[in-house]
């Protein structure tokens, strides 16, 4: 059962909608249409529902059968007399006949059966066959069909009783074969059933013309699955698009315009292959007529109210779908190939994953279309559910709560599409309220093998698109040289879409004409393939003959449009030549408008707000719904909101309370919220609660942050389904679309993201640097050993930091701005917050920041009610902000002096680590500092720490395993940030690390200075040292800013300058040896051994490791 959300309406201020959607551009923020995600609320989410009867084409075959019961009993078997007499059928009300065939049997004559008299029993037996034949076809003659090019699958026909050779044979007809009649009955005239369409406007026809229709709907060069989607309705619309008689008839205009399009499609791969033969670029040839498909359901779709398109595709045929579908400049294609440098950001990812956005005149349809491919990894089919995401946020924002205006195109290959679980994992978003895009196409690029795999060594299934089967999604199967067909499917896809709002797949039988890629050899592999599509002409050589044959266009007609297109492909091809650099915003797939211009790069907004607006959010999650007479609340929720309330009014608040703060007070001004992941709305851990559900009354809920001011944005929170790979990758998607919304992705638990891995690595922490896109998703992962075991503990805080670009060795230039300057440079920010102000206040930052930055975010999880993890509002009021580091504020921090050891953690540790002090009466011995924000790492502050403690023993001390957490990220910044900087080689050459392999004890020790007293002054790059004997020396030991005396702090730190992806500027070597202020200071590992496992065995050995570590840390 759906579960239903509480209608809501989110229909937008004017201010809330300039607030958050000024990334779109003018033409398109239709205000009245900006209405949002409650859409889903309205949609019909499976019509299967309403359908309470078996399969709906089962259904109508029981109806014939059921009437021709009631007309004469013995008519059928004597089970289904058995049945009909058990009065167990009611005849289903929507099994309304739907076409215009409904005479009565009687009304024919049958050969014996004269004027009106009942038919005889053979004469029903033998239209129940033909029912029965016509319904095999629909079902399964697509396993008959002609699907294959290379007819290297296609099956022979075979000669049938009647003499005639078709297609559809046993696998198709099953036991109904044995009912092929011998030629006598071929003539005899047959009443078509409802189900059926290939009578147009005849109600019966003879058998041979029911068999020869069949055939050529079923068995040609279209394959229809669909006859196991639950909706009557949807399987006779389906029928009836391929039944009709004539559906494939196209004007001679129509067949110019397939000829034009395939000869581009065609001539683009022609031209690159000609320019750039030693290059690599996935062509598409074997399957040209992808482009034109892709142009016809753009076409249709656009005609059908469309206005946007996000498309999803993978390498092959990428280029060509830019130039030829999305019409990029082909100019800005071929500059790609030319191996220039970038005029701005951007790695130079090759070209076949950079994304593009084009808005542009349909030409066809005379409307205006945006069209975007997003950028993508090699990872095939990551980009899906991101497509999907960026795709639900346009639609969000657009106010197009059934789709109607903006869609998206998968785009896939054959064999990543059967064997990608990602693919499985977005189809199952397809329907669900909060990630509904209200219906994908879905085209295959099958071109029959992956890479040098063939099919029945990739999949069990008989099919690559059958993982669509799932959800209810038709399947059209077409010869990829057909291209009239294909053109067809294409047209009934997107009406599929316009009118079901749900996925459907259309899956391009073709081949690949080159290997893998251009420079690959295929013989090796697929001999015998290989030399079939030798000889095999290609789809355009194929289509001209056909049109030349039957005098659509002459041979001259068909030449000089090829010639055209070369001549426009050679004029930009000499336009390219003359460009000197890349330019990377020209691939950039969501740009927004407006966001940058005018902004000071370094300048944060606040992220304290009024105590007042604290009061009212405070006072309004604490309260139950307005209706709350009417509105029956779990008692334990309303001593839930009995405890927010006095929080509030006490002016303290624990997690959940500082994040509603957060929420709400963005809410307020304008910035659109959205939190998704599994059971977030409750909370995995009962904290949360936004959702409030009326005890008595099914689907009615209330959420009271979508109720904080009339004219606040929208705030939807959604339990997602079980997947994190397609959901992460989702809410990623939905974060690209603008940049004013706080986008929020909850795990379960934080070592659950890794089933999310390549969303992770291939998206969000590189994305900005490949794609130039950037992106302010927050990700929430609950971490923390609390002796849960194994599992549950460990967000692996650690491969995040690994992933984190800034220099170990490098300390910035400290000045007011050190700590934007850090964000604004690195790649993500992970932090892991002890008190509910300072999680408000990151939160916060995220849109208060001048540029969006992915935030990883360690959540606590016994924190959550922890009685100590709480703030005063003061904490997040006006004037106050966000901490990089906590110093003590106790004795220890007041009287620094006395101090003998300071102890630097994260996290939750943090009040084992007081709790254990207090008890040991250390609180003016021992400072406990926490590093919030691990990364960027803050450097000037953990200095700053360090001086204020000068004799102080320095130590990290954490929960986690030596190998896990935080340590092995902050060790290296430790020994910058005390010795100012650290020369890698000098501390790579000392025997202290060394001690770091001792596994064995709880603590370890590592010091920059340790052992370098006899090092010689080095002052060349790490490497070269390696070669040379090194003599030079004599630098400024002072300067941090390398040996070569080139780097210049503010060229640096000039934004303009400097990419966005090196916290360290390219080709600056890190401090030189000789140039470390030898401050002797040196930070020490408490904790756990190495391990293995991200926790321990037991919560007794738990207990154990933790108090030993607790001891170690807490000593003088
Ligand atoms: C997740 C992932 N695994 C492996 C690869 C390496 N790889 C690149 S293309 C390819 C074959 C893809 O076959 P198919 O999906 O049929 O697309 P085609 O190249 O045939 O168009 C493979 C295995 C990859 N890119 N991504
Ligand atoms: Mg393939």
Known sequence: ????????????????????????????????????????????????????????????????????????????????????????????????????????????????????????????????????????????????????????????????????????????????SGFLFGEQDMERQFKLPSTTFIGGDEASLPLKEILNRLENVYCNKIGVEFMFINSLEQCNWIRKRFETPGVLNFSPEEKRLILARLTRATGFEAFLAKKYSSEKRFGLEGCEIMIPALKEIIDVSTELGVESVIMGMPHRGRLNTLANVCRKPLNQIFTQFAGLEAADDGSGDVKYHLGTYIERLNRVTNKNIRLAVVANPSHLEAVDPVVQGKTRAEQFYRGDQEGKKVMSILIHGDAAFCGQGVVYETMHLSDLPDYTTHGT????????????????????????????????????????????????????????????????????????????????????????????????????????????AEGTVTGEEVKSVAAKYENICEEAFALAKTETHVKYKDWLDSPWSGFFEGKDPLKV????????????????????????????????????????????????????????????????????????????????????????????VDKATYNSLQHMYPDQAPYSVSNSSLSEYAVLGFEHGYSMTNPNALVLWEAQFGDFSNTAQSIIDQFISSGQSKWVRQSGLVMLLPHGMEGMGPEHSSCRVERFLQMSSDDPDYFPPESDEFAIRQLHDINWIVANCTTPANYYHILRRQIALPFRKPLILCT????????????????????????????????????????????????????????????????????????????????????????????????????????????TYVQPRFLTALNHSRDVSQSDEQSSYSNTTNTTDHTNQVSATDSDSNSEPKSKPWLSRMFTKDTDSGSDP???????????????????????DFNRPAGVAAAPGGRISKTGRKISYVGRACGASTATGSKAQHIRELNALLNDAIST
């Open 605 to 696: 907004a606040p992220t304290g707000v009024k105590e007042e607006t604290l009061i009212h959010i405070g006072n309004r999650f604490s309260s139950p719904p307005p209706n709350a007479a009417e509105f029956v609340i779990h008692k334990g929720l309303l001593r839930v909101l009995a405890a927010r309330k006095t929080m509030v009014d006490e002016k303290i608040a624990d997690w959940a309370l500082g994040e509603a703060m957060a929420f709400g007070s963005l809410l307020k001004e304008g910035i659109h919220v959205r939190l998704s992941g599994q059971d977030v709305e409750r909370g995995t851990f009962s904290h949360r609660h936004h959702v409030l559900h009326h005890q008595l």
């Open 441 to 548: 196409i879905h085209v295959v690029a099958n071109n029959q093998i992956g890479f040098t795999t063939d099919p029945r060594f990739s999949r069990s299934s008989p099919y690559c698109t059958d993982v669509a089967r799932v959800v209810n999604a038709p399947i059209f199967h077409v010869n990829a040289d057909d291209p009239e067909a294909v053109m067809h499917v294409c047209k009934v896809a997107a009406e599929w879409r316009a009118t079901f709002h749900k996925d459907c797949v259309i899956d391009l039988v073709g081949y690949r004409r080159n290997g893998h890629n251009e420079i690959d050899e295929p013989m090796f592999t697929q001999p015998l393939m290989y030399q079939k599509i030798r000889k095999h002409k290609n789809c355009l050589d194929l289509y001209a003959d056909k049109l030349i």
């Open 860 to 967: 606590p999880k016994s924190l959550l009610r922890h009685p100590e993890a709480k703030s005063p509002f003061s904490e997040m009021s006006e004037g106050s902000e966000f901490q990089r580091i906590i110093p003590d504020n106790g004795p220890a921090g007041q009287n620094p002096s006395n101090v003998k050891k300071v102890v630097f953690c994260t996290g939750r540790v943090y009040y084992d680590l007081t709790k254990t002090r207090t008890e040991k009466q250390l609180e003016s011995d021992i400072a406990i500092v926490r590093v919030e924000q691990v990364s960027p790492f803050p450097f000037d502050q953990v200095k700053e720490q360090a001086n204020l403690y000068k004799n102080a023993e320095l130590v990290w001390a954490q929960e986690e395993h030596k190998n896990q957490g935080c340590w």
């Open 1 to 176: 059962m759906h579960r239903a959300h509480t209608a809501f309406s989110l229909a937008l201020s004017p201010k809330a909608h300039k607030n958050f959607a000024t990334w779109l551009l003018k033409s398109t923020t239709n205000q009245q249409m900006v209405k949002a995600t409650a859409a889903a609320a309205v949609r019909t989410y499976n019509s299967a529902a309403a359908e309470p009867f078996a399969n709906g084409s089962t259904a109508s075959y029981v109806e014939e059968m059921y009437n021709a019961w009631l007309r004469d009993p013995t008519s059928v078997h004597t089970s289904w007399d058995a049945y009909f007499r058990s009065n167990s059928y009611t005849s289903p009300p929507n099994l309304a006949p739907v076409q215009a065939n409904t005479l009565p049997l009687t009304a024919f004559n049958f050969g014996g059966a004269v004027g009106g008299a009942a038919p005889d029993s053979k004469t029903i037996d033998d239209h129940l066959a033909v029912q029965a034949i016509i319904r095999s076809y629909q079902s399964r003659g697509h396993l008959a069909s002609d699907l294959d090019p290379l007819g290297i699958l296609t099956r022979e026909k075979t000669v049938c009783k009647d003499g005639l050779a078709r297609r559809a044979n046993e696998d198709v007809l099953r036991q109904h």
């Open 1038 to 1060: 002072a300067s941090p800013q390398g040996a070569s005396g080139d780097f210049n702090a503010a060229k640096h730190f000039d934004l303009k300058n400097v990419r966005h």
